[in-house]
């Protein structure tokens, strides 16, 4: 993610699609920060990309930075910033904060998500 533009740039005649990243991120910052507990969203720069920067409100060891980036095959997506990986279709932002919130260990029972000094 060194860019803003779409990942996959091959030299298909089809145009590429406008960017829409910013705003896929802002329906996902929208789901996490009304509909979740345990993590919370915040805006970030990162290598000049706009990213998620999530965490667990319980147990700030779990964080992650979270982009959304286009594939000419599967369309817009969100990602691990990390590696690029796939998270899910950036068209179901709700989804996408259910995978964080357990990849975050942030759903209840799970260790340090509602026994951290933060919840008291």
Not at 42 to 55: E, H, T
Not at 64 to 82: K, N, P, S
């Amino acid at each position: 993610m060194s860019h803003e533009g779409p990942r996959d740039a091959g030299t298909d005649d089809r145009p590429l699609p406008s960017n829409q990243r910013r705003v896929f991120l802002e329906g996902l910052h929208y789901s996490i920060n009304h509909n979740k507990t345990g993590i919370k969203a915040i805006f970030a720069m990162r290598a000049g990309c706009s990213v998620l920067f999530v965490l667990n409100k319980y147990d700030i060891a779990h964080t992650a930075d979270i982009g959304c980036d286009f594939d000419r095959a599967e369309g817009w997506a969100f990602t691990w910033a990390a590696d690029g990986s796939r998270i899910g279709r950036a068209d179901d932002p709700d989804g996408a904060a259910d995978t964080l919130e357990r990849a975050l260990r942030a759903q209840p029972g799970e260790v340090g998500s509602r026994t951290s000094h933060w919840a008291r």
